[in-house]
């Protein structure tokens, strides 16, 4: 396979977790007697621009389908990072009425909620036809295509050239990631500014964070890699920031490169100076090792390690007669399930507050997805947060379980019961 960044040949390994469904492909009760699609889980590092990256086996439209069932607004602490980041953007890039902002997956309109409450207008980007349906339930305007610079032009000649364009957990999903970054070098006004979030190699390589390895995550992103992306394809990053989301994310700034506008006074240059926060960030890679091969050689003995711990508390509980049960019916959680190769007998079920996942079974282990009443109802003894990077709003919204002697666990990045 050639690196999907800057089509060298990759030749560096980093982990391989064997064969999976989909992470996100959820079966209906009608599906259990029908077989599931298994592809195999790869991933690889290019030696040239270090972009971290799974080996192509599935296409995008088959990941992120009509019943595609992740929607962001079931999670309190991720609306609340949402509708902060609003508030910062309003007040940093004095966004108004006269502004134009564009959500680049903009899912089930957890975020645009909060433009459109402050008289902005905004426009989402949303391929998967049950998220754009919610979004739209809260009277957004969505384009339900993928995004890319053809989709960019299009936008351009609709008038939607954007002051912000918001891009939160969507640059590692997409297979091909020029043309994506094009898309916003193109849409964006020639003083706008685009955001991406992403989780950060670094932690997910520091937490042993494996299980975030998935099919519809294409790329692992370091802002080394982030840097040449957007340089190659008319971006420019001037600031980056730190964030606690999932377990450890960067917020990365950028501009158009080429930044010159003609206005009524002559030449301008909207160009933002780029912040000492990009270098420093870039030194503290560079001085981890993410350009060396030794750097990516500890994620695949720790995967294995955390893997036979978990089926370890899971066969002992079992031996003791305690129930365990999940929470959390995340896309990571299955792909630490399938690679540890739990089933319902060592797992009974999964709790999920996200009702369109309710009634469903997770792509190959096949442990149902049940309403978080079920907890309260059947007591289990212990309660595994498949999210381990929700594990403070899960343990505050499910407290009750310390009254009947309950504990919660979580398998990542070591086996820890609480």
């Known amino acids: 396979m050639n690196c999907r960044g800057c089509g060298a040949h990759l030749t560096l390994p980093l982990i391989d977790l064997g064969t999976s469904p989909p992470s996100n492909a959820y079966l209906r009760a009608e599906q259990l007697t029908q077989a599931e699609q298994w592809v195999p889980l790869k991933v690889g590092v290019c030696e040239q621009c270090w972009l971290v990256q799974?080996?192509?086996?599935?296409?995008?439209?088959?990941?992120?389908?009509?019943?595609?069932?992740?929607?962001?607004?079931?999670s309190s602490s991720w609306l609340n990072h949402a509708e902060r980041y609003v508030d910062e953007m309003v007040e940093r890039f004095a966004l108004d009425a006269d502004s134009r902002v564009v959500e680049i997956a903009a899912n089930d309109g957890y975020l645009l909620q909060y433009v459109a409450a402050?008289?902005?207008?905004?426009?989402?980007?949303?391929?998967?036809?049950?998220?754009?349906?919610?979004?739209?339930?809260?009277?957004?305007?969505?384009r339900e295509v993928f995004f890319g610079q053809g989709a960019a032009q299009s936008l351009v000649q609709d008038?939607?050239?954007?002051?912000?364009?918001?891009?939160?957990?969507?640059l590692a999903h997409v297979p091909d990631i020029n043309d994506?970054?094009?898309?916003?070098?193109?849409?964006?006004?020639?003083?706008?500014?685009?955001?991406?979030?992403?989780?950060?190699?670094?932690s997910l390589m520091a937490d042993h964070q494996f299980d975030t390895l998935y099919h519809e995550h294409y790329s692992y992103l370091s802002l080394t890699a982030v840097q040449t992306l957007c340089?190659?394809?008319?971006?420019?990053?001037?600031?980056?920031?730190?964030?606690?989301?999932?377990?450890?994310?960067?917020?990365?700034?950028?501009?158009?490169?080429?930044?010159?506008?003609l206005d009524g006074l002559g030449l301008h240059d909207p160009h933002r100076a780029v912040q000492a926060t990009v270098q420093q960030l870039l030194?503290?890679?560079?001085?981890?090792?993410?350009?060396?091969?030794?750097?990516?050689?500890?994620?695949a003995p720790a995967a294995e390690r955390i893997k036979h711990q978990l089926l370890r508390f899971l066969l002992q509980a079992?031996?003791?007669?305690?129930?365990?049960?999940?929470?959390?019916?995340?896309?990571?959680?299955?792909?630490?399930?399938?690679?540890?190769?739990?089933?319902?007998?060592?797992?009974?079920?999964?709790?999920?507050?996200?009702?369109?996942?309710?009634?469903?079974?997770?792509p190959g282990s096949r442990i149902p997805v049940v309403s978080p009443e079920r907890i309260?109802?059947?007591?289990?003894?212990?309660?595994?947060?498949?999210?381990?990077?929700?594990?403070t709003e899960v343990s505050e919204q499910q407290a009750q379980v310390r009254s009947w002697g309950a504990r919660f666990v979580i398998a990542v990045p070591e086996l820890t019961v609480l």
């Not at 008038?159 to 969507?170: H, I, K, P, Y």
């Not at 971006?235 to 950028?254: A, I, K, Q, Y």
């Not at 003791?320 to 797992?347: E, F, I, Q, S």
């Open 376 to 391: 309260a109802e059947e007591k289990p003894d212990y309660l595994l947060v498949l999210p381990w990077n929700l594990l």
């Open 318 to 362: 079992k031996a003791d007669g305690k129930r365990v049960a999940g929470y959390g019916a995340a896309a990571k959680g299955n792909t630490l399930l399938n690679y540890a190769g739990v089933k319902p007998d060592l797992l009974a079920w999964v709790a999920d507050a996200n009702p369109h996942k309710q009634g469903k079974f997770l």
């Open 159 to 170: 008038g939607w050239s954007a002051d912000l364009m918001a891009a939160n957990n969507v």
């Open 180 to 202: 994506f970054l094009k898309g916003f070098a193109t849409l964006l006004k020639p003083a706008g500014v685009a955001t991406f979030e992403f989780p950060h190699l670094l």
């Open 118 to 142: 402050r008289g902005i207008p905004c426009l989402g980007i949303e391929p998967t036809r049950s998220t754009a349906a919610a979004a739209r339930a809260k009277g957004l305007e969505i």
């Open 283 to 299: 030194d503290e890679e560079r001085e981890a090792g993410v350009m060396t091969r030794a750097f990516y050689a500890t994620l």
């Open 231 to 261: 340089e190659r394809n008319g971006l420019e990053v001037f600031d980056v920031s730190r964030l606690p989301t999932h377990g450890g994310s960067l917020r990365v700034f950028v501009q158009r490169a080429d930044g010159l506008r």
């Open 54 to 74: 799974t080996e192509d086996y599935t296409s995008a439209q088959s990941l992120f389908d009509a019943d595609y069932a992740y929607f962001s607004s079931y």
